[in-house]
T-cell receptor, first 112, second 113 residues
């Protein structure tokens, strides 16, 4: 059971480039989340999804987009990367609002 | 809007000493409460949670937290820490009826031998 997998583990982007962070879970969870973690700031929710075809904004959605075409996959798209998007990105999934969120290992992104 | 405040950004303690990591929240409605732990270079893992019932909840590795509604707190405690407890600890809340978890800023627990 792989749980939540994220690719890539590390990435360096130039300002203005775009990329997609991949997230896949094999637990058949309906809920999936994208967070960013900045030092001393905790985790901030970017986007979340309560099921295939349904997504909604979190606290810090600007500069990002998501899609959820299947239960398993929840990719995060960065368009026109900016230095402010330098962060560690975590994907998580869960079976319900109050149930455990299972986190992936994270993607460390640097925008130069 | 809901918020979570972890009162200490760093807590250094000696091995086998007790520790308390403090968490306060603000919300106009009832909340569910969580503690997550992040070991170095890993994602977060659930440590324990309070949904209802007994206000004292325990984890399998000796941590406990007590929900205090009057003080809007959910402090995490362990009577005797080990080197392996070195990690960052995050308090989080979900207001009843909401869809999103709100995290505190995190407390870095460092255990000295």
């Amino acid at each position: 059971n792989a749980g939540v997998t994220q690719t890539p583990k590390f990435r360096i982007l130039k300002i203005g480039q775009s990329m997609t962070l991949q997230c896949t879970q094999d637990m058949n969870h309906n809920y999936m989340y994208w967070y960013r973690q900045d030092p001393g700031m905790g985790l901030k929710l970017i986007y979340y999804s309560v099921g295939a075809g349904i997504t909604d904004k979190g606290e810090v959605p600007n500069g990002y987009n998501v899609s959820r075409s299947t239960t398993e996959d929840f990719p995060l798209r960065l368009e026109l990367a900016a230095p402010s998007q330098t962060s560690v990105y975590f994907c998580a999934s869960g079976s319900g609002i109050t149930d455990t969120q299972y986190f992936g290992p994270g993607t460390r992104l640097t925008v130069l | 809007a809901q918020s979570v405040t972890q009162l200490d950004s760093q807590v250094p303690v000696f091995e086998e000493a007790p520790v308390e990591l403090r968490c306060n929240y603000s919300s106009s409605v009832s909340v569910y409460l969580f503690w997550y732990v992040q070991y170095p270079n890993q994602g977060l893992q659930l440590l324990l949670k309070y949904l209802s019932g007994s206000t004292l909840v325990e984890s399998i590795n000796g941590f406990e937290a007590e929900f205090n509604k009057s003080q809007t707190s959910f402090h995490l405690r362990k009577p005797s820490v080990h080197i392996s407890d070195t990690a960052e600890y995050f308090c989080a809340v979900i207001p009843v009826g909401a869809q999103k978890l709100v995290f505190g800023q995190g407390t870095r627990l460092t255990i000295n031998p």
